[in-house]
């Protein structure tokens, strides 16, 4: 690689942004300008409602919705990424930091943006290191299971406001559930009619159009309800009045204790929270055919939460919902994000005082409808189906979530599911082959109830030999060779899925080799990877087996055995035809001896 295109590279890494300016047309600025309005519309009640389900004042999702979207976007990777306040990370701030500070003190407040430094400095870390392969380890059912039950926690802390009711700080699902069932008979009426009322408004607009901004809708005809009637006067509590303006710069409070509290939660926000992030990356990336660079992805999460500490912001991350709105809108770079940011800045400067407006029941109301999407039962289940390994990760995750802290239950899923697939490795299947002369193929002989060669063993290992299965594997083929019959000559193994071996693994095949001699077998072994194949070259293993016993494939391999067998047994009592060899071999004359 010359010196120009290391440069250029390093500019692309440093400056993401640096390409969007390439052919940047009055038409794409006219896209972008439209779409970063319509997320603008989506964002500005969410950010409240997300900030309020977090513990925060709702001012405090502002300031998110007005730092990191355009920061995100400048440094991501996926141009209509829609960065800000989420819901999941909402409730993984608020099940945090309650057990630690009053929610909505300003103790709390100052653990949230202590809570996104961290998360921000582990992002860049991952980032700027390329460790975006961790993201490997959260699997899809843990991730299924956590969102399912964040949606049903997220939903159970919105229903006091929607209610009317007070209940006392609870730390899990069913407490909260069951004190605010408890308390249903003491709802207030008017508060419970302003949040139906902004739920059904929002299914009702949403179903007549899906594009029209239906949380706005409802948000602002909550509002002038509660103030034609003056029903904050009669106990219908209302988001309270928050100064105009920016945020100003406000170091965190970063005292050693705090880091040592904060830091194990911050990790597991940051995975959970990115997990959704690159999900929506993958989706929009297959439609829009551009390449999702995970790394860079992390550096741009990472610079906005970092960025958004220092602004009063708490963590954020990449909106499903919202980046679906920017998609579909027409937006082609990052400065759809910019211009969102801006609609936020306009709206604090301007508008705070009607934000004070509006009741808390219609952002509960705006919550509950946003994370009922997250739920799916369906999935769970549909999971359960295929693997019963994955199914238990997901309900096992979704159960915890409810019954523990959710941020615990999910990485006993990680857990869970890191230990199948160690089990699932250190337990190779290793499966009989035959070939089916109909198809001409080599398939499963147990799958496919095809006879196999009675001297010829196939067996197919489907997996990597390492030091943790390569016991298992040499034990597993010596039982199958114990209940082979007896006119069997040969093992062959077929080693097309095994893509890597270590010491352990020649090791055990040295020790198979030698237990077979004995049995008065052979081994073949067919389909060597070129690094398996250097890897028996320098552990001296291809010296103990003769070089014609190591063949490029199956096929090779079974023309060389076939030449090897008895012939006389093929012809008098062999009652299958499976190779194209076999007719032949079947007229052929006996074999005689001198």
Request: charged share 20%; glycine share 2%.
């Given at each position: 690689m010359n010196q120009t295109q290391t440069s250029s590279n390093l500019l692309k890494r440093l400056f993401p942004f640096s390409s969007w300016f390439t052919g940047y047309k009055p038409a794409i600025f006219r896209g972008d300008l439209m779409a970063g309005m319509t997320v603008a519309v989506v964002l500005i009640p969410q950010a409240m409602a997300y900030a309020m389900l977090a513990g925060l004042p709702a001012v405090y999702g502002l300031y998110a919705a007005a730092v990191t979207p355009w920061i995100a976007a400048l440094w991501g990777s996926l141009a209509q990424l829609a960065t800000g306040p989420i819901a999941i990370m909402s409730l993984l701030v608020l099940t945090t930091l309650s057990p630690l500070a009053e929610t909505g003190s300003q103790a709390f407040i100052e653990l949230a943006f202590v809570l996104s430094f961290l998360v921000g400095i582990i992002y860049l870390v991952i980032g700027s290191f390329r460790f975006g392969f961790v993201m490997a380890f959260i699997s899809h059912a843990a991730v299924k299971g956590f969102t399912s039950a964040a949606?049903?926690?997220?939903?159970?802390?919105?229903?006091?406001?929607?209610?009317?009711?007070?209940?006392?700080?609870?730390?899990?699902?069913?407490?909260?559930?069951?004190?605010?069932?408890?308390?249903?008979?003491?709802?207030?009426?008017?508060?419970?009619?302003?949040?139906?009322?902004?739920?059904?408004?929002?299914?009702?607009?949403?179903?007549?159009?899906h594009r029209l901004p239906s949380g706005l809708i409802a948000m602002v005809a909550a509002s002038l309800v509660a103030w034609f009637f003056g029903l904050d006067e009669k106990g219908v509590v209302l988001v309270q009045s928050s100064p105009a303006g920016l945020p100003g710069l406000h170091l965190p409070e970063l005292d050693l204790s705090t880091i040592n509290t904060l830091l194990g939660p911050a990790v597991i926000l940051a995975m959970v929270s990115f997990a959704e992030t690159y999900s929506v990356s993958k989706a929009v990336s297959n439609q829009t055919r551009q390449k999702v660079d995970v790394d860079q992805e992390f550096i741009g999460q990472g610079l906005a939460n970092l960025a958004g500490s220092f602004f009063q912001c708490y963590p954020v991350s990449g909106s499903f919902s919202r980046t679906a709105v920017n998609f579909s809108s027409g937006a082609k770079t990052g400065v759809s994000s910019i211009f969102s940011s801006l609609a936020v800045v306009l709206t604090l400067l301007f508008l705070t005082p009607l934000l004070a407006l509006i009741?808390?029941?219609?952002?509960?109301?705006?919550?509950?409808?946003?994370?009922?999407?997250?739920?799916h039962p369906k999935e769970v289940f549909r999971i359960w189906k295929m693997n019963k390994n994955d199914g238990m990760v997901a309900v096992t995750v979704f159960s915890l979530s409810l019954l523990?802290?959710?941020?615990?239950?999910?990485?006993?899923?990680?857990?869970?599911?890191?230990?199948?697939?160690?089990?699932?490795?250190?337990?190779?299947?290793?499966?009989?082959?035959?070939?089916?002369?109909?198809?001409?193929?080599?398939?499963?002989?147990?799958?496919?109830?095809?006879?196999?060669?009675?001297?010829?063993?196939?067996?197919?290992?489907?997996?990597?030999?390492?030091?943790?299965?390569?016991?298992?594997v040499s034990e597993h083929i010596l039982e199958i060779c114990k209940t082979s019959p007896e006119s069997t000559k040969f093992l062959l193994l077929d080693f097309q899925a095994v893509s890597f071996i270590d010491i352990t693994g020649i090791d055990e095949l040295k020790y198979l080799k030698e237990e077979l001699q004995?049995?008065?077998?052979?081994?073949?072994?067919?389909?060597?990877?070129?690094?398996?194949?250097?890897?028996?070259?320098?552990?001296?293993?291809?010296?103990?087996?003769?070089?014609?016993?190591?063949?490029?494939?199956?096929?090779?391999?079974?023309?060389?055995?076939?030449?090897?067998?008895?012939?006389?047994?093929?012809?008098?009592?062999?009652?299958?035809?499976?190779?194209?060899?076999?007719?032949?071999?079947?007229?052929?004359?006996?074999?005689?001896?001198?």
């Open positions: 949606a049903l926690i997220i939903i159970s802390t919105q229903l006091p406001h929607l209610l009317g009711v007070e209940i006392p700080r609870q730390e899990y699902f069913y407490r909260v559930f069951w004190d605010t069932l408890m308390a249903v008979p003491d709802l207030h009426a008017f508060t419970h009619a302003l949040g139906l009322g902004s739920l059904a408004i929002i299914i009702i607009v949403r179903k007549i159009d009741p808390k029941a219609a952002l509960a109301a705006l919550v509950i409808n946003a994370v009922w999407t997250l739920f523990t802290k959710p941020d615990y239950a999910l990485m006993i899923g990680v857990v869970m599911s890191m230990i199948f697939f160690l089990w699932k490795t250190m337990h190779p299947r290793i499966v009989r082959e035959t070939k089916d002369p109909n198809v001409n193929m080599f398939v499963n002989a147990e799958w496919m109830h095809q006879p196999s060669c009675p001297q010829i063993l196939q067996l197919r290992v489907e997996n990597p030999i390492y030091f943790a299965n390569a016991e298992y004995e049995k008065g077998l052979k081994i073949a072994i067919s389909d060597l990877h070129q690094p398996v194949l250097e890897a028996f070259l320098r552990a001296g293993f291809t010296r103990e087996i003769e070089d014609d016993f190591l063949q490029k494939n199956k096929h090779q391999a079974i023309s060389f055995l076939i030449a090897k067998i008895d012939h006389d047994y093929c012809r008098e009592s062999c009652p299958f035809s499976l190779f194209h060899e076999c007719p032949e071999l079947k007229k052929k004359p006996p074999q005689t001896t001198a």
